[in-house]
């Protein structure tokens, strides 16, 4: 080796060992969802998307779960950063109320998103056309974890019916209850998403099917008690699914994005920023989006929102300070 080679090797050592070292590391989120025939897993990747392309050094992933209450407590015990629920869920995990008897869980909202529609679906041919028909009937109320199965026992209490004896009940997604509907296991299911529903609106434009949708809406007051009114009185218009021609009465309850109070407030301010600013993208994934406006926040966050949230919304005058 010669004098010049050397001392070449020595000064480009010398350098590297002067240079900063710079971790490449990248932050990976993880937004649990629902499953995959309602709105929560497409929107959840739609913002994982947005972030992941948006915020650097960050990786968000949208998860397949059982809904509301499975990502509630996904959160709680650090498997999840984010997750879809409704408002009435949300109570009962501050609270320490139902499926969190006795251990509260302390969530903040980054943003309210649209209302959750409860739909009580059926066909043409079972028997059903009221409520009270759904006695001695086969009903799937939901997915196991979901804030669906919570909301659709209230609904049937409402109306005098006992989930474990008046009925016979499955505990199925969207998705499969639609085709335990048609295959005939079942005879109803009760299901809440934003509206459109995918997998009812498959059920509604399946050929030989007449797919009908039970009015319940007269379940709101008993529903909402003396207590906070979480939930409200809507409707199913004609025209909503395939072939659907009527108005039909429904529960309502706000959809929410939650996060743990210990969640970082930088990150939670960036991610409620790009929602807003890229509002346009995610009501291109679903229509629903077009219902999170920055001026219904502080009214719809049944969970305190996240200072990270609080910041943004103040900076763009929809909090006063």
Same mark, same amino acid.
């Given at each position: 080796m010669t004098d010049l080679t050397r001392r070449t090797l020595l000064a480009v050592a010398g350098a590297l060992a002067a240079a900063p070292a710079f971790a490449q590391t990248t932050r990976r989120i993880s937004i649990a969802t629902g499953g995959t025939g309602g709105a929560y897993y497409p929107i959840g990747g739609g913002i994982a998307n947005l972030i992941s392309k948006n915020i650097a050094g960050t990786e968000a992933t949208a998860e397949v779960t059982g809904g509301g209450v499975d990502n509630i407590r996904l959160i709680r015990n650090g498997r999840a950063d984010i997750g879809f629920a409704n408002a009435g869920i949300v109570v009962d995990a501050l609270s320490g109320q139902d499926r969190f008897a006795g251990n509260p869980v302390p969530l903040r909202t980054l943003a309210a998103l649209f209302p959750n529609r409860m739909h009580v679906v059926t066909i043409e041919g079972r028997g059903i056309t009221a409520m009270a028909d759904l006695k001695g009937k086969r009903v799937s109320t939901g997915a196991p974890g979901s804030g669906t199965e919570v909301i659709a026992f209230r609904i049937l209490e409402a109306y005098g019916l006992d989930k474990d004896k008046d009925i016979r009940r499955e505990r199925l997604s969207a998705s499969e209850s639609v085709n335990a509907l048609k295959d005939g296991k079942i005879d109803a299911f009760i299901f809440g998403a934003a509206m459109p529903v995918a997998a009812i609106t498959d059920l509604a434009a399946s050929p030989g099917v007449k797919m009908?949708? #039970?009015? $319940?809406?007269?379940? %709101?007051?008993?529903?909402?008690?003396?207590?906070?009114?979480?939930?409200?009185?809507? @409707?199913? +218009? +004609?025209?909503?699914? +395939?072939? $659907?021609?009527? &108005?039909?009465? &429904? %529960?309502? #309850?706000?959809?929410?994005?939650?996060?743990? @109070? =210990?969640?970082? /407030? @930088?990150? =939670?301010?960036? #991610?409620?920023?790009?929602?807003?600013?890229?509002? /346009?993208?995610? #009501?291109? %994934? $679903?229509?629903?989006? @077009?219902?999170? &406006?920055?001026?219904?926040?502080?009214?719809? =966050?049944t969970a305190p929102l996240h200072p990270g949230a609080q910041r943004y919304l103040r900076e763009i005058g929809a909090l006063k300070a």
């Open positions: 009908k949708l #039970i009015d $319940h809406g007269d379940a %709101v007051a008993k529903m909402n008690g003396t207590g906070s009114a979480v939930y409200s009185r809507g @409707e199913i +218009p +004609p025209g909503a699914y +395939p072939g $659907h021609t009527t &108005t039909v009465s &429904t %529960v309502d #309850i706000y959809d929410l994005l939650v996060v743990g @109070e =210990a969640f970082d /407030a @930088e990150l =939670a301010y960036q #991610i409620t920023k790009l929602m807003f600013e890229k509002r /346009a993208d995610l #009501i291109a %994934v $679903h229509r629903n989006m @077009e219902a999170m &406006t920055a001026g219904n926040q502080g009214a719809l =966050a």
